[in-house]
């Protein structure tokens, strides 16, 4: 399909998922919110709760 990038070497989807934006925000936030809600529906998605974990490192600064 137009578009879809296939299997992505993971530290570039990542890399590409913690810099990525659009007119409706980050994807960042989009990938943590996604995780959240469907965590309040009681719908656990290992792959995509592993890389919302991922991301969360990423774009957390160190705490001094």
């Known amino acids: 399909a137009e578009g879809?990038?296939?299997e992505?070497?993971?530290?570039?989807?990542?890399?590409?998922?913690?810099n990525?934006?659009?007119?409706?925000?980050?994807?960042?936030e989009y990938v943590l919110s996604t995780v959240q809600s469907l965590a309040?529906?009681?719908?656990?998605d290992r792959h995509l709760?592993?890389?919302?974990e991922e991301v969360g490192?990423?774009?957390t600064p160190p705490s001094s």
């Not at 309040?40 to 656990?44: C, G, L, P, T």
């Not at 709760?49 to 919302?52: G, R, V």
């Open 4 to 6: 879809y990038a296939g």
């Open 40 to 44: 309040e529906y009681d719908i656990h």
């Open 20 to 28: 990525a934006s659009g007119r409706n925000g980050t994807c960042a």
């Open 8 to 18: 992505l070497d993971r530290a570039l989807l990542l890399d590409t998922v913690c």
């Open 57 to 59: 490192v990423k774009i």
């Open 49 to 52: 709760a592993k890389l919302a």
